[in-house]
T-cell receptor, first 115, second 114 residues
Framework: GAVVSQHPSRVICKSGTSVKIECRSL??????MFWYRQFPKQSLMLMAT?????????EQGVEKDKFLINHASLTLSTLTVTSAHPEDSSFYIC???????????FGPGTRLTVL | QQQVKQSPQSLIVQKGGISIINCAYE??????FPWYQQFPGKGPALLIA?????SEKKEGRFTISFNKSAKQFSLHIMDSQPGDSATYFC?????????????FGQGTRLTINP
């Protein structure tokens, strides 16, 4: 149980385009979902926290207009990188938390490369 | 105050040996401490987690030791195997506050030599 999927697993896009990444909890309802980015050989950096039906809460330094997060249902959250640039190239990972539990279950990640 | 400091940055252990990774924190409000294992190109997977009301938790070859007074916790991997070669992250969160965000350590790249 507690499986989280992400789609796509990797995406290559041209500079200036927008890219949408989906995060789904497959076998549980996720009250809270989190979005992280991870640069090579570095730790996970939290970008934002989202609750179903509410606006996402962004961490300091993360541009909310650039990284649009939608948590439309208890099993789906999306991250849209708008007007992507090469510096946005990174590994994006989502996680989901069930109910009031502490455990975060992570998705397999999405490798974004912006040319 | 919100940091979790992890060491070592990298670790090489012989097959069959014990791998030990350490973490330290400052914020005494943290009350949930998970360890995650991450393979290259994959998302982190929860290995084992502990709360401060116990000093040790064991699951198979993985053991967390927790020292509340020292504000330190460690992961021990017994009988380390080449398949354990991965990056390990410790983390901490406050279970009764807000979104229960995880604060991650810097990660330890573990290599088990056959």
């Amino acid at each position: 149980g507690a499986v989280v999927s992400q789609h796509p697993s990797r995406v290559i896009c041209k500079s200036g385009t927008s890219v949408k990444i989906e995060c789904r909890s497959l076998d549980f309802q996720a009250t809270t979902m989190f979005w992280y980015r991870q640069f090579p050989k570095q730790s996970l950096m939290l970008m934002a926290t989202s609750n179903e039906g509410s606006k996402a809460t962004y961490e300091q330094g993360v541009e909310k207009d650039k990284f649009l997060i939608n948590h439309a249902s208890l099993t789906l959250s999306t991250l849209t990188v708008t007007s992507a640039h090469p510096e946005d190239s990174s590994f994006y990972i989502c996680s989901a938390r069930q109910g009031a539990g502490d455990t975060q279950y992570f998705g397999p990640g999405t490798r974004l490369t912006v040319l | 105050q919100q940091q979790v400091k992890q060491s070592p940055q990298s670790l090489i252990v012989q097959k069959g040996g014990i791998s030990i990774i350490n973490c330290a924190y400052e914020n005494t409000a943290f009350d949930y401490f998970p360890w995650y294992q991450q393979f290259p190109g994959k998302g982190p997977a929860l290995l084992i987690a502990i709360r401060p009301d116990v000093s040790e938790k064991k699951e198979g070859r993985f053991t967390i030791s927790f020292n509340k007074s020292a504000k330190q916790f460690s992961l021990h991997i017994m009988d380390s195997q080449p398949g354990d070669s991965a990056t390990y992250f410790c983390a901490a969160s406050m279970s009764r506050q807000g979104a229960q965000k995880l604060v991650f350590g810097q990660g330890t790249r573990l290599t088990i030599n056959p």
